[in-house]
Protein backbone atom coordinates (compact mmCIF):
# COMPACT_ATOMS: atom_id res chain seq x y z
CA UNK A 1 0.00 0.00 0.00
CA UNK A 2 1.34 3.37 -1.19
CA UNK A 3 2.05 5.87 2.29
CA UNK A 4 1.33 9.45 1.92
CA UNK A 5 5.06 10.29 2.29
CA UNK A 6 5.53 8.14 -0.79
CA UNK A 7 2.49 9.32 -2.97
CA UNK A 8 3.89 13.29 -2.10
CA UNK A 9 6.72 13.21 -3.69
CA UNK A 10 5.02 11.86 -7.08
CA UNK A 11 2.23 14.05 -6.93
CA UNK A 12 5.09 16.99 -6.76
CA UNK A 13 6.56 15.39 -9.90
CA UNK A 14 2.92 15.17 -11.36
CA UNK A 15 2.37 18.42 -10.90
CA UNK A 16 5.68 20.02 -12.26
CA UNK A 17 5.47 17.82 -15.36
CA UNK A 18 1.90 19.84 -15.68
CA UNK A 19 3.92 23.40 -15.05
CA UNK A 20 6.18 22.10 -17.29
CA UNK A 21 4.04 20.80 -20.08
CA UNK A 22 1.42 24.42 -20.35
CA UNK A 23 5.37 26.30 -20.27
CA UNK A 24 6.01 24.49 -23.36
CA UNK A 25 2.56 25.28 -25.24
CA UNK A 26 3.14 28.75 -24.68
CA UNK A 27 6.40 29.02 -26.51
CA UNK A 28 7.20 28.16 -29.77
CA UNK A 29 9.83 24.50 -30.58
CA UNK A 30 13.29 26.32 -29.84
CA UNK A 31 11.88 28.21 -26.85
CA UNK A 32 10.18 25.31 -25.29
CA UNK A 33 13.02 22.71 -26.10
CA UNK A 34 16.02 25.97 -24.46
CA UNK A 35 12.87 25.28 -21.29
CA UNK A 36 12.78 21.61 -21.09
CA UNK A 37 16.33 21.04 -21.47
CA UNK A 38 16.85 22.74 -18.15
CA UNK A 39 15.32 19.81 -17.14
CA UNK A 40 16.12 16.00 -16.21
CA UNK A 41 15.43 13.73 -19.35
CA UNK A 42 13.24 11.42 -17.19
CA UNK A 43 11.47 14.40 -16.53
CA UNK A 44 10.92 15.57 -20.29
CA UNK A 45 9.87 12.47 -21.92
CA UNK A 46 6.58 12.72 -20.11
CA UNK A 47 5.65 15.89 -21.08
CA UNK A 48 6.49 15.28 -24.43
CA UNK A 49 4.28 12.76 -24.24
CA UNK A 50 1.42 14.93 -23.12
CA UNK A 51 2.06 17.32 -26.39
CA UNK A 52 1.12 17.39 -29.97
CA UNK A 53 2.76 14.57 -31.12
CA UNK A 54 3.82 17.28 -34.19
CA UNK A 55 4.81 19.66 -31.47
CA UNK A 56 6.77 17.34 -29.58
CA UNK A 57 8.56 16.23 -32.95
CA UNK A 58 9.50 20.29 -33.44
CA UNK A 59 11.07 20.66 -30.16
CA UNK A 60 12.70 17.23 -30.31
CA UNK A 61 14.70 18.05 -33.02
CA UNK A 62 15.82 21.71 -31.24
CA UNK A 63 17.75 19.29 -28.18
CA UNK A 64 21.23 19.12 -28.60
CA UNK A 65 21.85 15.19 -29.73
CA UNK A 66 22.92 14.29 -26.23
CA UNK A 67 20.33 15.55 -24.68
CA UNK A 68 17.48 14.06 -27.79
CA UNK A 69 19.10 10.39 -27.20
CA UNK A 70 18.59 10.95 -23.26
CA UNK A 71 15.27 12.01 -23.80
CA UNK A 72 14.68 9.31 -26.30
CA UNK A 73 16.09 6.29 -23.92
CA UNK A 74 13.56 7.73 -21.28
CA UNK A 75 10.89 7.36 -23.22
CA UNK A 76 8.87 3.94 -23.95
CA UNK A 77 10.31 1.74 -26.30
CA UNK A 78 7.37 2.05 -29.07
CA UNK A 79 7.29 5.60 -29.24
CA UNK A 80 10.97 6.20 -29.39
CA UNK A 81 10.79 4.27 -32.60
CA UNK A 82 8.34 6.42 -33.75
CA UNK A 83 9.72 9.50 -33.08
CA UNK A 84 12.38 8.28 -34.98
CA UNK A 85 10.57 7.32 -37.94
CA UNK A 86 8.47 10.58 -37.92
CA UNK A 87 11.68 12.65 -38.04
CA UNK A 88 12.45 11.54 -41.61
CA UNK A 89 9.19 13.10 -42.63
CA UNK A 90 9.18 16.78 -43.82
CA UNK A 91 7.91 19.65 -42.02
CA UNK A 92 3.95 19.97 -42.43
CA UNK A 93 3.37 16.73 -43.42
CA UNK A 94 1.47 13.87 -41.35
CA UNK A 95 3.85 11.69 -41.00
CA UNK A 96 4.96 14.52 -38.23
CA UNK A 97 1.73 13.72 -36.25
CA UNK A 98 1.81 10.05 -36.27
CA UNK A 99 1.98 7.90 -33.05
CA UNK A 100 2.41 3.99 -32.88
CA UNK A 101 0.11 1.59 -33.53
CA UNK A 102 -0.10 -1.06 -30.72
CA UNK A 103 -3.31 -2.84 -31.40
CA UNK A 104 -2.03 -4.73 -33.74
CA UNK A 105 -3.53 -8.52 -35.01
CA UNK A 106 -3.17 -11.31 -37.17
CA UNK A 107 -6.28 -12.37 -39.44
CA UNK A 108 -6.47 -15.43 -38.37
CA UNK A 109 -6.82 -14.26 -34.27
CA UNK A 110 -10.16 -14.66 -33.31
CA UNK A 111 -12.44 -12.01 -31.66
CA UNK A 112 -11.73 -13.72 -28.04
CA UNK A 113 -7.99 -13.44 -28.26
CA UNK A 114 -8.18 -9.97 -29.30
CA UNK A 115 -10.12 -8.94 -26.58
CA UNK A 116 -7.58 -10.66 -24.24
CA UNK A 117 -4.72 -8.57 -25.53
CA UNK A 118 -7.14 -5.38 -25.13
CA UNK A 119 -7.17 -5.88 -21.84
CA UNK A 120 -3.42 -5.76 -21.70
CA UNK A 121 -3.12 -2.94 -23.68
CA UNK A 122 -5.84 -0.47 -22.57
CA UNK A 123 -3.76 -0.33 -19.64
CA UNK A 124 -0.65 1.73 -20.98
CA UNK A 125 -2.50 3.07 -24.22
CA UNK A 126 -5.64 4.65 -25.77
CA UNK A 127 -7.04 2.21 -27.99
CA UNK A 128 -9.67 3.37 -30.66
CA UNK A 129 -9.48 0.26 -33.08
CA UNK A 130 -7.50 -2.71 -33.36
CA UNK A 131 -5.45 -3.23 -36.88
CA UNK A 132 -5.68 -6.83 -38.78
CA UNK A 133 -2.16 -6.80 -40.12
CA UNK A 134 0.29 -9.27 -41.86
CA UNK A 135 3.63 -10.81 -41.26
CA UNK A 136 5.14 -7.39 -43.54
CA UNK A 137 2.79 -5.85 -41.75
CA UNK A 138 0.85 -4.22 -44.18
CA UNK A 139 -2.74 -3.10 -42.96
CA UNK A 140 -5.52 -5.85 -44.38
CA UNK A 141 -8.40 -4.24 -42.19
CA UNK A 142 -9.88 -2.32 -39.00
CA UNK A 143 -11.45 -4.12 -36.76
CA UNK A 144 -13.95 -1.42 -34.31
CA UNK A 145 -14.58 -1.82 -30.69
CA UNK A 146 -18.58 -2.55 -31.43
CA UNK A 147 -17.74 -5.08 -33.79
CA UNK A 148 -15.58 -7.15 -30.76
CA UNK A 149 -18.40 -6.73 -28.28
CA UNK A 150 -20.84 -8.11 -30.50
CA UNK A 151 -19.05 -11.06 -32.47
CA UNK A 152 -19.13 -14.62 -30.88
CA UNK A 153 -15.28 -14.76 -29.60
CA UNK A 154 -14.49 -17.54 -31.50
CA UNK A 155 -14.99 -15.91 -34.97
CA UNK A 156 -11.78 -14.70 -36.85
CA UNK A 157 -10.86 -11.45 -37.16
CA UNK A 158 -10.56 -11.54 -40.89
CA UNK A 159 -14.58 -12.03 -41.17
CA UNK A 160 -15.32 -9.15 -38.94
CA UNK A 161 -12.63 -6.57 -39.79
CA UNK A 162 -13.27 -3.41 -42.38
CA UNK A 163 -11.39 -4.60 -45.51
CA UNK A 164 -12.67 -1.31 -47.49
CA UNK A 165 -10.88 1.22 -44.68
CA UNK A 166 -10.16 4.99 -45.24
CA UNK A 167 -6.26 5.88 -44.69
CA UNK A 168 -3.44 8.48 -45.20
CA UNK A 169 -0.02 8.73 -46.24
CA UNK A 170 2.82 9.71 -43.89
CA UNK A 171 4.10 12.16 -46.65
CA UNK A 172 0.90 14.11 -47.08
CA UNK A 173 1.00 17.66 -46.63
CA UNK A 174 -1.52 18.49 -43.02
CA UNK A 175 -3.43 21.06 -45.50
CA UNK A 176 -4.50 18.18 -48.10
CA UNK A 177 -4.83 15.50 -45.59
CA UNK A 178 -7.60 17.79 -43.76
CA UNK A 179 -9.36 18.60 -47.11
CA UNK A 180 -9.70 14.65 -46.86
CA UNK A 181 -10.75 14.08 -43.81
CA UNK A 182 -13.05 16.75 -43.64
CA UNK A 183 -16.32 14.70 -44.02
CA UNK A 184 -15.21 11.76 -42.29
CA UNK A 185 -14.55 12.80 -38.34
CA UNK A 186 -12.72 9.81 -37.55
CA UNK A 187 -11.25 9.89 -34.30
CA UNK A 188 -7.71 7.85 -35.44
CA UNK A 189 -7.18 7.51 -38.90
CA UNK A 190 -4.25 4.62 -40.17
CA UNK A 191 -1.59 5.71 -41.90
CA UNK A 192 0.33 4.08 -44.91
CA UNK A 193 3.40 3.98 -47.21
CA UNK A 194 2.93 3.30 -50.85
CA UNK A 195 3.06 -0.64 -50.24
CA UNK A 196 0.50 -0.16 -47.70
CA UNK A 197 2.76 -1.12 -44.67
CA UNK A 198 1.28 0.44 -41.66
CA UNK A 199 3.75 2.90 -40.07
CA UNK A 200 1.56 5.03 -37.63
CA UNK A 201 -1.58 6.71 -36.25
CA UNK A 202 -2.32 10.19 -36.68
CA UNK A 203 -5.62 11.44 -34.34
CA UNK A 204 -7.83 13.70 -35.82
CA UNK A 205 -7.25 16.21 -32.94
CA UNK A 206 -3.79 16.36 -33.23
CA UNK A 207 -4.56 17.32 -37.08
CA UNK A 208 -7.18 19.60 -36.25
CA UNK A 209 -4.44 21.07 -33.14
CA UNK A 210 -1.81 21.64 -35.61
CA UNK A 211 -3.82 23.27 -38.56
CA UNK A 212 -5.72 25.56 -35.91
CA UNK A 213 -1.97 26.67 -35.08
CA UNK A 214 -0.90 27.26 -38.86
CA UNK A 215 -4.10 29.44 -39.63
CA UNK A 216 -3.54 31.36 -36.29
CA UNK A 217 0.10 31.72 -37.74
CA UNK A 218 -0.88 33.56 -40.82
CA UNK A 219 -2.28 36.59 -39.54
CA UNK A 220 0.76 37.42 -37.86
CA UNK A 221 2.96 36.67 -41.04
CA UNK A 222 1.16 38.69 -43.23
CA UNK A 223 2.79 41.76 -41.42
CA UNK A 224 6.00 40.64 -40.64
CA UNK A 225 5.31 38.74 -37.23
CA UNK A 226 6.60 35.62 -37.27
CA UNK A 227 5.46 32.10 -36.74
CA UNK A 228 7.56 31.53 -33.84
CA UNK A 229 6.20 34.50 -31.60
CA UNK A 230 4.01 33.32 -29.07
CA UNK A 231 2.86 36.10 -25.64
CA UNK A 232 5.44 34.18 -23.66
CA UNK A 233 7.92 34.91 -26.42
CA UNK A 234 11.00 37.41 -24.57
CA UNK A 235 10.88 40.77 -25.44
CA UNK A 236 14.43 41.04 -27.14
CA UNK A 237 13.34 37.92 -29.39
CA UNK A 238 9.63 40.20 -30.34
CA UNK A 239 12.23 42.80 -31.03
CA UNK A 240 14.48 40.65 -32.92
CA UNK A 241 11.67 39.08 -34.64
CA UNK A 242 9.17 42.65 -35.87
CA UNK A 243 12.01 44.94 -36.41
CA UNK A 244 13.95 43.80 -39.54
CA UNK A 245 9.97 43.75 -40.96
CA UNK A 246 9.12 47.14 -39.53
CA UNK A 247 12.66 48.68 -41.49
CA UNK A 248 11.75 46.61 -44.86
CA UNK A 249 8.28 48.66 -44.65
CA UNK A 250 9.37 51.74 -43.54
CA UNK A 251 11.99 51.77 -46.90
CA UNK A 252 8.82 50.78 -49.04
CA UNK A 253 7.03 53.52 -47.33
CA UNK A 254 9.82 55.66 -48.85
CA UNK A 255 8.81 54.40 -52.28
CA UNK A 256 5.39 55.13 -51.79
CA UNK A 257 6.52 59.18 -50.21
CA UNK A 258 9.08 59.40 -53.76
CA UNK A 259 5.82 58.80 -56.26
CA UNK A 260 4.43 62.06 -54.22
CA UNK A 261 7.78 63.82 -54.59
CA UNK A 262 7.77 63.56 -58.33
CA UNK A 263 4.49 65.48 -58.52
CA UNK A 264 5.64 67.98 -56.12
CA UNK A 265 4.53 70.78 -58.07
CA UNK A 266 1.36 69.37 -59.07
CA UNK A 267 0.42 68.78 -55.15
CA UNK A 268 1.55 72.66 -54.30
CA UNK A 269 -0.57 73.68 -57.14
CA UNK A 270 -3.16 71.89 -56.01
CA UNK A 271 -3.21 71.32 -52.69
CA UNK A 272 -6.74 69.65 -52.39
CA UNK A 273 -5.36 66.93 -53.62
CA UNK A 274 -3.75 66.30 -50.42
CA UNK A 275 -6.92 65.90 -48.79
CA UNK A 276 -7.72 62.78 -51.04
CA UNK A 277 -4.69 61.00 -51.13
CA UNK A 278 -5.38 58.98 -48.06
CA UNK A 279 -8.46 58.42 -49.03
CA UNK A 280 -7.24 56.46 -52.73
CA UNK A 281 -4.98 54.70 -50.30
CA UNK A 282 -6.98 53.49 -47.86
CA UNK A 283 -9.25 52.17 -50.20
CA UNK A 284 -7.66 50.61 -52.64
CA UNK A 285 -5.96 49.01 -50.17
CA UNK A 286 -8.91 47.24 -48.36
CA UNK A 287 -9.64 46.28 -51.97
CA UNK A 288 -6.78 45.03 -51.61
CA UNK A 289 -6.59 43.26 -48.70
CA UNK A 290 -9.82 41.58 -49.73
CA UNK A 291 -8.28 39.96 -52.53
CA UNK A 292 -5.56 39.33 -50.51
CA UNK A 293 -7.16 37.26 -47.52
CA UNK A 294 -9.37 35.06 -50.19
CA UNK A 295 -6.37 33.91 -51.66
CA UNK A 296 -4.80 33.12 -49.16
CA UNK A 297 -7.81 31.49 -48.04
CA UNK A 298 -8.30 29.51 -51.25
CA UNK A 299 -4.30 28.83 -51.24
CA UNK A 300 -4.58 27.44 -47.64
CA UNK A 301 -7.53 25.33 -48.00
CA UNK A 302 -6.41 23.72 -51.44
CA UNK A 303 -9.17 25.41 -52.97
CA UNK A 304 -6.97 26.99 -55.52
CA UNK A 305 -6.76 24.14 -58.72
CA UNK A 306 -3.24 24.43 -61.03
CA UNK A 307 -3.92 26.46 -63.63
CA UNK A 308 -6.90 28.39 -62.08
CA UNK A 309 -4.46 31.15 -60.97
CA UNK A 310 -5.27 33.64 -63.93
CA UNK A 311 -9.07 33.22 -63.64
CA UNK A 312 -8.33 34.27 -59.86
CA UNK A 313 -6.47 37.35 -60.83
CA UNK A 314 -9.27 38.14 -63.47
CA UNK A 315 -11.95 38.23 -60.88
CA UNK A 316 -10.39 40.01 -58.86
CA UNK A 317 -9.35 42.35 -61.40
CA UNK A 318 -13.17 42.65 -62.05
CA UNK A 319 -14.31 43.07 -58.29
CA UNK A 320 -11.50 45.84 -58.12
CA UNK A 321 -13.21 47.51 -61.53
CA UNK A 322 -16.70 47.58 -60.09
CA UNK A 323 -15.97 48.35 -56.98
CA UNK A 324 -13.48 51.09 -57.91
CA UNK A 325 -16.25 52.21 -59.79
CA UNK A 326 -19.42 52.80 -57.69
CA UNK A 327 -16.99 54.05 -54.75
CA UNK A 328 -14.88 56.45 -56.87
CA UNK A 329 -18.77 58.01 -57.58
CA UNK A 330 -18.98 58.93 -53.64
CA UNK A 331 -15.34 60.15 -53.65
CA UNK A 332 -15.69 62.69 -57.06
CA UNK A 333 -19.07 63.80 -55.74
CA UNK A 334 -17.16 64.51 -52.48
CA UNK A 335 -14.02 66.29 -54.32
CA UNK A 336 -16.68 67.95 -56.32
CA UNK A 337 -18.37 69.17 -53.09
CA UNK A 338 -15.02 70.51 -51.63
CA UNK A 339 -13.87 71.88 -54.96
CA UNK A 340 -16.55 73.76 -55.43
CA UNK A 341 -16.56 75.06 -51.68
CA UNK A 342 -13.33 76.24 -52.18
CA UNK A 343 -14.22 77.93 -55.55
CA UNK A 344 -12.04 76.15 -57.33
CA UNK A 345 -12.42 76.57 -61.24
CA UNK A 346 -11.46 73.18 -62.00
CA UNK A 347 -14.37 71.40 -59.78
CA UNK A 348 -15.42 69.17 -62.43
CA UNK A 349 -11.99 67.99 -63.93
CA UNK A 350 -10.58 67.09 -59.91
CA UNK A 351 -13.55 64.97 -59.52
CA UNK A 352 -13.34 63.11 -62.70
CA UNK A 353 -9.56 62.71 -61.61
CA UNK A 354 -10.37 60.99 -58.53
CA UNK A 355 -13.20 59.18 -60.04
CA UNK A 356 -10.09 57.66 -62.19
CA UNK A 357 -7.83 57.29 -60.15
CA UNK A 358 -10.03 54.86 -57.68
CA UNK A 359 -10.93 52.39 -60.19
CA UNK A 360 -7.14 52.52 -61.93
CA UNK A 361 -6.39 51.72 -58.11
CA UNK A 362 -8.72 49.38 -56.66
CA UNK A 363 -8.09 47.42 -60.04
CA UNK A 364 -4.55 47.22 -59.43
CA UNK A 365 -5.00 46.56 -55.70
CA UNK A 366 -7.23 43.72 -56.43
CA UNK A 367 -4.66 41.85 -58.66
CA UNK A 368 -1.45 42.63 -56.66
CA UNK A 369 -3.79 40.77 -53.90
CA UNK A 370 -4.49 38.02 -55.77
CA UNK A 371 -0.89 38.23 -57.68
CA UNK A 372 1.26 38.95 -54.13
CA UNK A 373 0.92 35.35 -52.48
CA UNK A 374 0.81 33.84 -55.51
CA UNK A 375 4.53 35.49 -56.54
CA UNK A 376 5.94 34.43 -53.26
CA UNK A 377 4.57 30.58 -53.61
CA UNK A 378 5.75 30.34 -57.13
CA UNK A 379 9.54 31.55 -55.35
CA UNK A 380 8.92 28.74 -52.53
CA UNK A 381 8.07 31.41 -50.02
CA UNK A 382 5.09 31.11 -47.65
CA UNK A 383 2.45 33.03 -49.49
CA UNK A 384 1.58 35.18 -46.11
CA UNK A 385 4.92 36.17 -45.54
CA UNK A 386 4.87 39.74 -45.26
CA UNK A 387 2.73 40.40 -48.17
CA UNK A 388 0.60 42.66 -46.38
CA UNK A 389 3.60 45.48 -46.63
CA UNK A 390 4.45 44.42 -50.33
CA UNK A 391 0.55 44.67 -51.41
CA UNK A 392 0.38 48.22 -49.21
CA UNK A 393 3.74 49.34 -51.01
CA UNK A 394 1.83 48.49 -54.62
CA UNK A 395 -1.90 49.95 -53.43
CA UNK A 396 0.14 53.41 -52.19
CA UNK A 397 2.51 53.72 -55.26
CA UNK A 398 -0.47 53.15 -57.59
CA UNK A 399 -3.01 55.02 -56.22
CA UNK A 400 -0.76 58.02 -55.38
CA UNK A 401 0.79 58.11 -58.93
CA UNK A 402 -2.86 57.96 -60.73
CA UNK A 403 -3.87 60.69 -58.88
CA UNK A 404 -1.56 62.67 -58.80
CA UNK A 405 -0.33 61.95 -62.37
CA UNK A 406 -3.85 62.29 -64.16
CA UNK A 407 -4.04 65.72 -62.23
CA UNK A 408 -0.75 66.68 -64.02
CA UNK A 409 -1.93 65.76 -67.13
CA UNK A 410 -5.63 66.81 -66.96
CA UNK A 411 -5.33 69.96 -64.97
CA UNK A 412 -2.67 72.71 -66.04
Not at 383 to 391: D, E, M, V
Request: with cysteine; glycine share 8%; aromatic share 6%.
Amino acid sequence: MQTASSARPQSTLDAQQSMLKQEAKLRPPNEAAALLAEHPAASVAPVLLGLNPGFAQDILSEFPAGFRYEVTHATPPDIARQWERNETYPQGSVGRLMEPASALFRPEATVGEAVEQLRALVKIHFITYGYVTDPAGRLLGVVTMRDLLFTDSTVALSEVMLREFFHLKPEMQLAEAMRLVLDRHFPVYPVCDDQGVLVGLVRGQAMFEEQAIEITAQVGTMVGVEKEERLATPFQQSLKFRHPWLQLNLLTAFVAGAVVAIFQDTVDRLVILALFLPVLAGQSGNTGCQALAVTLRGLTLGELKAGKERALVMKEASLGLMNGAFTGIVAAAGMYFVANHQNNPDALVLSVVVWLALVGSCVASGICGAMVPLTLKRFGADPATASSIFLTTATDVVSMGLLLGLATLLIR
